[in-house]
């Protein structure tokens, strides 16, 4: 067959072998052939890896692609939530139009449940409640025939970082300010976490009934946070209600219905199903119920989940007003029973092939070798590497200090470094006076920001959040300081002085095709030890032939984190696939200079 015949096929990187036979459309006992021709011995119900599959499906005409797993791409790029990513890599001509997701944030006591209630109460058509029946943190109005689907974040008096998730879930933000009590602390944060998310911000303006409410005020003050009303030539509408009189929330369905108009709110039914998970909790009949916001494909009953950590086959399922369904697409809000534990409010689900593959997934991101949510937060030291890497070309600052007069020359010193940079945009996401809080690192994590504090110092609670969720913080007391540490950051020159190590050597014993095109070598360390994440050098004759990165480690056929002095294992390079016996591989890492 030519290649210009070659069909492309994904496959996971473990399989059966049955599995495999059924993509691509041959007998089992054919693959069993091509596998016993290669030298493999497999069973029809054993699971083969991806290099392996690999192999048979090239040799049967195909173009196999490894699968993108989701946790390959953490949400660690900071901007756009991942399953926007994931949409983005959909074929155009599959997408289709999905109810617009909404969230509603703002300070606490602004009337945010009040309102998610009356939208509730005015919209939602009361259903049969088939199976269950409890109010749950998501729901489906239709207004002037187009439907919405409203989150709840639970999480009431503090912000919490569900909030923050919650923002960078949704397509559109109403961002609920009280009328008599205007722009306060939490709403600021709000409207940073949806800036962040680069999520648009509808205000809600409430508790229009009260005497004291005062519009004109409040306006004023939105437009100092960068929430110019659009009556002011902005571009935030701003939508007087009575969340408690039921008042004026028609004309904030329609702005809401306005906006979604203006951004690409699609997604594929028939795509990767991908998600977020809106609450979870443990019922004394049903066990563990999950609420799920699907954010693309569609969900079956019967299909394996796998939520952060939980996983389980869907043995039954709801829509929000607890009717039974046996299958739901983009934007809508189900419940489901049938996962092994209560899922973390955030996490992100996904349907797997079985629960077995599940299980596998969840042993590697306990063991620490697969990262599911743990993000990598960007820090100046590795801006620079972040922006070669394509990763970044934003720098974004909280700043904290300990007075006006010392914040406004540090912002505005920044801009100009930012301006004489223009690979780099420096965006300060938030400024204040006063220590690093708790939800200063917040707001950084949920965007990936630095947050730098002058003259301040960090709060306990700010601290053990910045260390678990690895938030950078800096400190400085001389502006020039923390000015020339961001300029050598963009430079690439604030690199703590690295080294670079041998660790370990190797010789090449044998070479072998894993695909058409990618050969790996089979190998004997010979001193140190060799690391999948490590760098690799191939010397032959004294020389060096290529210098790169490792693109797999196997002992037999598992993946592993590294292989010590005297064992033998199997190692592919990217972009490197010229091996040749007696090949000498040197890995080295870089490290920090001890000296
Ligand atoms: P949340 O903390 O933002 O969820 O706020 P709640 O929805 O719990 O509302 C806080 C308080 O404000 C409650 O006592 C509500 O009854 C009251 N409230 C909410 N919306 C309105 C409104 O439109 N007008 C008036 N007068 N009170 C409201």
Redesign the pocket.
């Known amino acids: 067959m030519s290649d210009t015949e070659m069909k492309k096929i994904i496959l996971p990187s473990n399989i059966s072998v049955r599995a495999l036979a059924e993509k691509i459309e041959a007998s089992p006992i054919e693959v069993i052939k091509v596998l016993m021709a290669n030298g493999v011995m497999a069973s029809i119900n054993q699971n083969i890896d991806f290099d392996t599959a690999a192999v048979v499906a090239s040799e049967l005409g195909f173009e196999p692609e490894l699968e993108k797993r989701l946790e390959e791409e953490p949400e660690e790029k900071g901007e756009i939530p991942f399953w926007r990513r994931v949409i983005a890599r959909e074929n155009e001509k599959d997408l289709v139009a999905r109810p617009p997701v909404v969230t ?1 944030l ?13 939208i509730r109460q005015t919209n939602v058509a009361a259903g049969e409640k088939g199976g269950i029946t409890q109010h749950i943190g998501a729901y489906q109005i239709e207004h002037k025939g187009k439907k919405i689907t409203f989150m709840d974040t639970p999480g ?2 503090a912000f919490t970082s569900m909030r923050a998730r919650g923002a960078q879930g949704a397509d559109i933000v109403i961002l ?1 300010v ?1 009328a ?1 009590d205007g722009v306060m602390p939490q709403t600021r944060e709000a409207a940073n976490h949806a800036k962040a998310a680069r999520v648009p911000i509808v205000v809600a303006l ?5 005497a004291t409410a005062n519009p004109e005020l409040v306006k004023r003050q939105l437009a100092e946070i960068d929430l110019v009303p659009d009556e002011w030539d902005g571009d935030t509408m701003i939508v007087p ?5 039921k ?1 004026g929330l028609d004309d904030l369905l329609e702005a809401i219905l306005l906006t979604a108009d203006q951004i690409d709110i699609r997604a594929n039914p028939k795509g990767e199903v991908l998600g977020t998970v809106v609450e979870g909790e443990l019922d004394r009949f049903r066990g563990v119920l999950a609420t799920l916001l699907l954010q693309n494909g569609t969900v079956k009953m019967g299909d394996t989940v796998l939520a952060g950590k939980a996983y389980g086959k869907i043995k039954a399922m709801f829509d929000y007003r607890g009717n039974r369904i046996s299958k739901a697409g983009p934007s809508t809000p189900i419940v489901i029973m049938g996962l092994n534990e209560v899922p973390n409010a955030g996490d992100l689900f996904r349907v797997v092939a079985s629960e077995k593959d599940a299980r596998s997934i969840v042993a590697e991101i306990e063991s620490g070798e697969r990262t599911f949510t743990r993000p990598t937060k960007v820090t100046l030291e590795d801006l620079f590497e972040k922006m070669q890497a394509g990763e970044t070309q934003e720098l974004r600052l909280i700043i904290k200090a300990d007075v006006q007069g010392s914040l406004e020359p540090i912002t505005s010193s920044l801009h100009e470094l930012g301006d004489q940079h223009p690979e780099v945009s420096i965006v300060i996401l938030h400024q204040e006076i006063g220590n690093i809080s708790e939800s200063d690192v917040m707001l950084a994590t949920a965007s990936d920001a630095i947050v730098i504090g002058f003259a301040v110092e960090a709060d306990n609670a700010a601290e053990r959040l910045a260390e678990k969720e690895g938030v950078s913080i800096r400190l400085y007391t001389v502006i020039y300081h923390l000015l020339e540490d961001v300029e050598k950051a963009i430079k690439g020159m604030l690199k703590p002085e690295m080294v670079e190590r041998v660790i370990g050597k190797a010789n090449v014993l044998a070479t072998f095709s894993v695909s058409r095109f990618k050969v790996a070598a089979g190998c004997r360390v010979i001193s140190g030890e060799i690391r999948r994440n490590g760098h690799m050098r191939v010397i032959r004759d004294g020389k060096v032939i290529f210098d790169g990165e490792i693109a797999s480690l196997k002992r037999e056929k598992d993946d592993v984190r590294e292989v010590r002095e005297g064992f033998e294992c199997g190692v592919a390079l990217k972009n490197f696939h010229a091996f040749e016996v007696g090949d000498l591989l040197e890995c080295y890492i870089f490290e920090k200079d001890a000296a």
């Open positions: 509603i703002g300070h606490v006591d602004h009337g945010k449940t009040t309102l998610l209630d009356a009431h008096a609920v009280a008599d409430n508790k229009m009934d009260l209600v009575s969340a408690i009189k008042q």
